[in-house]
């Protein structure tokens, strides 16, 4: 039997998640405490460990995939001794809407057999079949495993962020965490080796830029995080859901104003000028004082 691997849940308050890499390919084998992929939450970015052991079959949810579902099947893992290919085909358990349908079929199921059988028609005359296609080309066999530019690169998924961010090559850099991973200290230290600049020639013959179209404004798109996105509707709720009461009082401050020039007069000297806030905090404080219990805010 294939071990499924979900989506975990990260966060108590996770509903889905981001596929943002798998560290593991299909036929890579597994162990136990295996980083296979990274998942990034309404808050940051995590790490998943495998739990089994065994060989990975296939992988159902591709890396960049948004809004997973919590408990979403995303790849199968082929136990020790089964066909991995046996494996990857194997049907993965009905979900959601399969359910539906597949309770459906059989409600429709039961009422047919219910229903009494109509004589079938004789069978029209057979006819010989069609010469079948050529079978489909062997796929070409996976490169072998051990390459040195295909090994992967230890790194904290916030180190991986902030050298794309800065234009900082991992393989650059020698880690100090456990077993050789990068973290973000060793970005500080490490420098990534600068780009040859172009030669004049080169140059001349880079084609420029494309340019905005007439009317357009030159722009940059920048998706959102799950964390902004999360701000986001957090702010939404707090406004359309929590009630908002909000209270004007008109104060003639005419003698406030007075008592604020002329003692701007008199610090001119000192370069300090007061404004009407600075007597608003005043007047909160003095009342704070004489009334600890109050609870009074200014906006």
């Given amino acids: 039997m294939p071990i499924n ?3 975990p849940a990260l966060s108590p308050t996770m509903e889905k998640g981001n596929l943002a890499k798998w560290l593991k390919k299909e036929g890579d084998t597994v162990k136990s405490g295996d980083v296979i992929a990274e998942i990034e939450t ?21 890396e960049g995939t948004a809004d997973v579902p919590v408990n979403e099947l995303i790849a199968l893992i082929a136990a020790e001794g089964e066909d991995a290919s046996a494996a ?6 009905p979900t959601g809407e399969g359910k539906a349908a597949s309770a459906a079929e059989g409600e429709g199921a039961k009422g ?3 229903a009494p059988q109509a004589p079938s028609p004789a069978p029209p005359p057979t006819q010989s079949p069609a010469p079948s296609p050529p079978a489909a080309a062997a796929a070409p066999p996976s490169p072998a495993k051990g390459g040195g530019a295909a090994e992967r690169i230890k790194a904290s998924p916030l180190a991986r962020r902030l050298a794309q961010q800065q234009g900082i090559d991992l393989a650059t850099l020698k880690g100090s965490g456990p077993n050789g991973r990068i973290v973000r200290a060793d970005l500080a230290t490490g420098v990534a080796a600068p780009a040859a600049a172009p030669s004049p020639q080169v140059q001349a013959t880079t084609p420029a830029a494309p340019t905005a179209a007439p009317g357009e404004i030159p722009h940059e798109v920048v998706k959102l995080s799950n964390m902004r996105k999360t701000i986001a509707r957090r702010l939404t ?20 104003l007075k008592l604020r020039s002329e003692l701007n007069a008199s610090l001119e000297s000192r ?29």
């Fill in 271 to 299: 370069s300090v000028k007061l404004s009407v806030n600075d007597f608003m905090i005043k007047a909160l404080a003095v009342a704070l004082l004489a009334e600890p219990k109050c609870n009074v805010m200014f906006t």
């Fill in 112 to 114: 047919e057999e219910k």
């Fill in 88 to 93: 990857a085909v194997s049907p993965s358990p």
């Fill in 42 to 62: 309404d808050k940051a970015t995590m790490e998943v460990e495998a739990v089994d052991e065994g060989i990975l079959a296939k992988i159902v949810v591709p």
């Fill in 5 to 7: 691997i979900l989506m």
């Fill in 237 to 256: 709720e707090s406004k359309q859901q929590i009630p908002h009461i909000y209270l004007t009082v008109d104060i003639q401050l005419d003698a406030l």
